[in-house]
């Protein structure tokens, strides 16, 4: 394409051509993108429609059915949202506005923890894209959006092959005067590890300038000490900090002498203290039982002056009464998702929430005929993702006994399936909670979900008991997340580490009782920026050098892919996941005015060296593709 783009330049052919033209005239480069746009696609078809996408069955029919979207939004134009007095006003403004109001207020997490805690947080952008605009203007009485972070982070990079960035930044784009909430976890932002303090202030910088309104910041053991930069930053950005506390076990058992109500109250009390302008209670697990949410929210408002924001998952099958005990007494936000997106691991229903406040005091103020036209849409792209399906349909009050958290129990159950360890997850169910107990007791929520995890997972393969672990506990080789724990750098837990423990599984490894973030040295951005772009071969942006930081062999396959295949972020999801069948045509919007127009005639037959070609039609070319089949 180079030599005819030199061939056909007008400068070229009227003969005035002299050596530097080449470098005075950048066009030359201007390669037809379409066609190695298309290629790129067709490639990455040609592979998962041979050798599949890792985990999913191929179900899909020849012709589908689009989701049904919403034939007519009712606008509300008189609305004043959050969104708007944050960007006009400031944070005090939205402070305010939720002091005023009697009615419940509600966060939508259909785009965040629902698809995180029901179908291993693999919903891809094209499909929120699809509702956003609808949702923004259907649903403008919502307190927020949560969109963004938790898992769907690395999620984004390592298996749907997306950027994370850029789904933020379309998703602004399509809901302007929606407050964008996320969740943050403290020290460890949205990794596993702790990072060093100006990473922190990165990336919450970055965050708020593409669109992030609140930030959710949590530590993973309670710990303030791993929260308090964190608020501060969010505080220094303009934007608002929702200071959190972990809920876990329950709170009016009369044993609990760890996480009981004194607890709560001081520790509210503690963030309302360091700068949180909204306190949120973070019952990641779904273990906040009905009483204790009466109890809890009343004590809490007693204590502290700032909104208390309750979070809670429907594993037990009581959220919904959850919450209407929490707003009896005074909560001011709950966190609810859209019902073909709700229940079992993910949030309560926000229509079955509406119904169950209706005509009291508190009724959340909605349009439920926006809701549930939007939740339609909901309902058909749920089953896109049927194979990410955890297999919970129904209530499961065992949830009090393990306490896993939601937004974990489909991934742990996907790890465990990697191992082989499918039959025996009611195994590492039981396992998870004796590891709790030999941990301490400690606030199981991710990065230490992930730990406790890792640590059943680990002593189910081996089939090792707990007494094994005393008696030949020195000799094994524990999970890299087990001794990160012990060695305290993910900071420490409620009461401390129980010693005999610690001892075996450091085996001589030395700890720390700081804060980790207090011994790392900052990170120099423009030494890793120049590193990266060695590695890439491309000059990175300032969002691609902390999203390396952050995950960098991650970041680094997602490029590769990226490379090899091109934005297969445009593709519809059944395509993406299952590829197509033969006589199938799908349709690639790749920009505006431009649309791939695909279609797979044959799929030949495997040659002698295992390869197999694909003859497509792209946009009524004939077209080849050969990928090598793998079975
Ligand atoms: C996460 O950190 O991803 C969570 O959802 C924790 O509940
Ligand atoms: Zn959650």
């Not at 909605?366 to 990410?388: C, G, K, L, M, S």
């Not at 930081?549 to 996941?577: C, S």
């Not at 003859?615 to 089949?629: A, P, S, Y």
Request: glycine content about 6%; aromatic content about 10%; charged content about 25%.
């Amino acid at each position: 394409p180079f030599l005819a783009n030199v061939i056909s330049h007008s400068e070229f052919t009227s003969g005035k051509a002299i050596t530097t033209f080449i470098d005075n005239t950048p066009e030359l480069f201007n390669f037809p993108r379409v066609r190695d746009r298309g290629n790129k696609t067709m490639k990455y078809i040609a592979e998962i429609t041979v050798n599949g996408f890792p985990g999913v069955e191929k179900t899909k029919k020849k012709y589908l059915k689009e989701a049904r979207l919403p034939k007519e939004i009712v606008k509300n134009n008189a609305i004043i949202t959050p969104k708007m007095l944050l960007d006009q006003k400031g944070p005090q403004a939205v402070i305010d506005f939720i002091n005023q109001k009697e009615e419940v207020l509600m966060t939508d997490t259909t785009f965040r923890d629902a698809h995180q805690s029901l179908l291993a947080t693999r919903v891809r952008t094209t499909d929120f894209k699809k509702i956003a605009e609808q949702t923004s203007q259907g649903i403008p009485e919502l307190f927020s959006a949560e969109v963004w972070g938790g898992a769907t982070f690395d999620v984004a990079y390592r298996f749907l092959n997306e950027d994370p960035w850029v789904r933020l930044k379309k998703l602004r784009k399509l809901m302007p005067n929606t407050l964008f909430q996320m969740l943050f976890r403290g020290s460890n932002a949205v990794g596993y590890q702790n990072y060093p303090d100006n990473v922190l202030r990165e990336f919450i910088n970055k965050a708020a300038k593409e669109g992030v309104d609140v930030f959710r910041i949590f530590d993973s053991l309670n710990w303030l000490p791993q929260m308090e930069k964190s608020i501060q930053y969010v505080r220094d950005a303009g934007k608002i900090a929702e200071g959190t506390i972990c809920y876990t076990g329950d709170v009016l058992d009369p044993n609990q002498t760890k996480y009981n109500m004194t607890y709560y109250k001081k520790m509210a009390k503690d963030l309302e203290n360091m700068g949180s302008q909204i306190i949120a209670i973070k019952d990641m697990a779904g273990l906040l039982q009905p009483q204790a949410a009466y109890h809890l929210i009343t004590a809490l408002k007693e204590t502290v002056s700032v909104p208390i924001h309750l979070h809670t998952h429907d594993t037990a099958g009581n959220g919904v009464i959850t919450y209407s005990a929490a707003t009896k007494a005074g909560v001011d936000i709950v966190d609810v998702a859209m019902s073909a997106m709700s229940g079992a691991t993910s949030q309560p229903s926000m229509s079955s929430l509406y119904y169950a406040l209706k005509n009291g005091d508190r009724t959340p103020n909605i349009n439920i005929d926006n809701v549930q036209q939007i939740n339609h849409y909901w309902e058909d792209v749920r089953t896109f993702y049927a194979p990410f399906e955890n297999g919970i349909s129904a209530a499961q009050t065992e949830v009090y006994a393990h306490e896993m958290p939601g937004g974990q129990y489909s991934n742990l159950q996907q790890q465990a399936k990697a191992v082989g360890l499918e039959a025996k997850w009611d195994k590492v169910k039981v396992m998870y909670a004796v590891v709790n107990q030999m941990f301490g007791d400690i606030v199981k929520v991710t990065p230490s979900s992930k730990v406790v995890g890792d640590m059943a997972l680990f002593m189910v393969q081996n089939e090792l008991s707990e007494d094994d672990i005393y008696e030949k506990g020195r000799t094994l080789n524990y999970p890299e997340s087990v001794i990160n724990f012990f060695e305290g750098n993910l900071g420490q837990p409620t009461g401390g580490f129980p010693p005999k423990l610690k001892e075996i599984i450091l085996n001589g490894r030395e700890s720390i009782d700081v804060r980790p973030g207090s011994l790392t040295p900052p990170v120099d951005f423009s030494v890793v920026k120049a590193e990266l772009s060695e590695l890439i071969h491309y000059e990175p942006t300032e969002l691609d050098v902390i999203s390396y930081i952050m995950y960098p062999q991650v970041f680094l396959d997602y490029v590769k892919m990226h490379d090899r295949f091109g934005d297969v972020e445009l593709l519809d999801t059944l395509t993406f996941f299952q590829g197509m069948r033969e006589g199938e045509t799908v349709e690639v919007r790749i920009e505006k005015g431009k649309t791939l127009i695909i279609t797979l005639d044959e799929i030949g037959r495997s040659d002698i060296e295992g390869n197999r070609t694909l003859f497509f039609n792209l946009n009524g070319q004939r077209r080849e593709i050969t990928v090598k089949d793998q079975q």
